[in-house]
């Protein structure tokens, strides 16, 4: 019994990695995943977002981060996707997640409205995305 509930687990964590990295733009966010992902994954809790995007982060596929904005409001955590070009090989290793070209495609579309304008300027700050990436 415990077997079957491991490899459930591990089903849904691979399916929430695949949304991740398939969400549009550059970064993502759990509310990212529960406005636009797949419908079966759009009551993610923030332990699940946070298990799928660590997972992400051993696969060097991304980082991980927590953005506060501000002094009086809870940290979020998103998950910030490295460019195609950095982890093709990588993609190719994990193809099961989804593929290179899909992946490349994805990066460069403009990222959900849950990106607020804030998070995506600390992203650039940081050095994490390219400063023109979000000028589309």
């Known amino acids: 019994m415990e077997q079957n509930v491991n ?15 398939l969400i549009s733009g550059p970064a993502c966010t759990r509310a990212a995943i529960n406005s636009n ?15 799928a995007a660590l997972k992400l982060q051993e696969a060097n596929l991304g980082s991980t981060i927590d953005i506060k904005l501000q002094v009086h409001t809870r940290s979020t955590l998103l998950f910030v996707k490295k460019p195609p070009d950095e982890i093709q090989n990588r993609l ?15 990066y460069n579309m403009r990222p959900p409205a849950s990106i607020i ?9 940081m050095g994490l995305i390219p400063h023109d990436h979000f000028k589309h």
């Open 117 to 125: 304008k804030r998070w995506q300027e600390r992203l650039v700050q």
């Open 7 to 21: 490899q459930h687990d591990h089903v849904t964590i691979r399916s929430l990695m695949s949304a991740i990295l």
């Open 92 to 106: 190719r290793l994990n193809r099961d997640l989804c593929s290179y070209e899909a992946y490349a495609l994805r």
């Open 37 to 51: 992902g797949p419908k079966n994954l759009r009551h993610i809790s923030r332990d699940q977002f946070t298990a």
